[in-house]
């Protein structure tokens, strides 16, 4: 059997939708957690209290930068982790919970809140609300080949990660005028409606077969622009689209 890799999932603050995505990964996520990958940090289903050192953290969910056992948390995150991922639109963007006010029964000094990409240095962005199942599993198969594949493996997981890594350099902002300016003002939407099913709150209806964005709904969670086939996959990806999609369907063999 190759050597797996450590795989942690840290929760700071989000509904675990993203975890739940990850899970539904069902028969495909018991074959990563049997062939490439120790699960050795997740609230949900691990009994580790602190946070260890790790080859991938999966991070899900914005800081609470009213509370400093989260701040403490993502910094520790950091430094014990190779590679870092948001998981989901509330880490990569803020989400929904950047319009927090506070107030919650339970925690009413919760306040503020911030995307991951605020305090930390982040590697990889998986955006949407919630990510896909498929995408999910598709990027913790790419890094274990980045990590441990051959010459050829890990060319291919480079190139099927560097679009998700250039989303993290580009920053801790997304919204519905990405899909404006970055797809339909370049003349690549092909109207397939993917972004108008993607956005959780509605604020994107096809009209005439092309979408048009309330920009008062949009909430900034990137998840619209993530599932545009035509958004920021490049040209390298797409060439070697078939090799890729071969490595991974190989590597989720039972």
Same mark, same amino acid.
């Given at each position: 059997?190759?050597?797996?890799?450590?795989?942690?999932? #840290?929760?700071?603050?989000?509904?675990?939708?993203?975890?739940?995505?990850?899970?539904?990964?069902?028969?495909?996520?018991?074959?990563?957690?049997?062939?490439?990958?120790?699960? #050795?940090?997740?609230?949900?289903?691990?009994?580790?209290?602190?946070?260890?050192?790790?080859?991938?953290?999966?991070?899900?969910?914005? #800081?609470?930068?009213?509370?400093?056992?989260?701040?403490?948390?993502?910094?520790?995150?950091?430094?014990?982790?190779?590679?870092?991922?948001?998981?989901?639109? %509330?880490?990569?963007?803020?989400?929904?919970?950047?319009?927090?006010?506070?107030?919650?029964?339970?925690?009413?000094?919760?306040?503020?809140?911030?995307?991951?990409?605020?305090?930390?240095?982040?590697?990889?962005?998986?955006?949407?609300?919630?990510?896909?199942?498929?995408?999910?599993?598709?990027?913790?198969?790419?890094?274990?080949?980045?990590?441990?594949?051959?010459?050829?493996?890990?060319?291919?997981?480079?190139?099927?990660?560097?679009?998700?890594?250039?989303?993290?350099?580009?920053?801790?902002?997304?919204?519905?005028?990405?899909?404006?300016?970055? #797809?339909?003002?370049?003349?690549?939407?092909?109207?397939?409606?993917?972004?108008?099913?993607? %956005?959780?709150?509605?604020?994107?209806?096809?009209?005439?077969?092309?979408?048009?964005?309330?920009?008062?709904?949009?909430?900034?969670?990137?998840?619209?622009?993530?599932?545009?086939?035509?958004?920021?996959?490049?040209?390298?990806?797409?060439?070697?689209?078939?090799?890729?999609?071969?490595?991974?369907?190989?590597?989720?063999?039972?």
């Amino acid at each position: 059997m190759a050597e797996k890799i450590t795989v942690g999932h #840290v929760h700071m603050s989000g509904c675990t939708g993203c975890l739940v995505s990850f899970a539904d990964n069902y028969e495909g996520l018991l074959t990563i957690l049997d062939k490439y990958a120790d699960l #050795v940090y997740c609230l949900t289903l691990a009994d580790v209290r602190h946070i260890p050192e790790m080859d991938v953290a999966l991070v899900e969910g914005s #800081v609470c930068i009213n509370d400093h056992l989260s701040v403490e948390e993502i910094i520790e995150t950091r430094k014990n982790s190779k590679i870092v991922v948001a998981l989901g639109g %509330c880490a990569c963007y803020g989400n929904i919970t950047r319009f927090c006010r506070g107030g919650q029964m339970n925690q009413p000094q919760h306040e503020g809140f911030l995307p991951i990409g605020d305090l930390i240095d982040v590697d990889v962005y998986i955006p949407g609300c919630a990510p896909t199942p498929q995408q999910i599993r598709n990027v913790c198969v790419m890094a274990y080949l980045l990590l441990k594949g051959n010459d050829e493996q890990k060319a291919l997981a480079g190139a099927y990660l560097t679009p998700f890594m250039n989303l993290a350099k580009a920053g801790t902002e997304a919204c519905g005028c990405d899909i404006m300016t970055q #797809v339909i003002n370049q003349g690549l939407c092909m109207g397939c409606g993917s972004c108008a099913a993607a %956005c959780p709150v509605r604020a994107i209806s096809m009209e005439y077969g092309k979408p048009q964005i309330e920009r008062d709904l949009c909430i900034k969670c990137g998840a619209c622009y993530a599932q545009c086939p035509r958004s920021f996959f490049s040209f390298d990806v797409v060439n070697q689209y078939e090799a890729i999609m071969d490595a991974i369907d190989a590597a989720m063999q039972p």
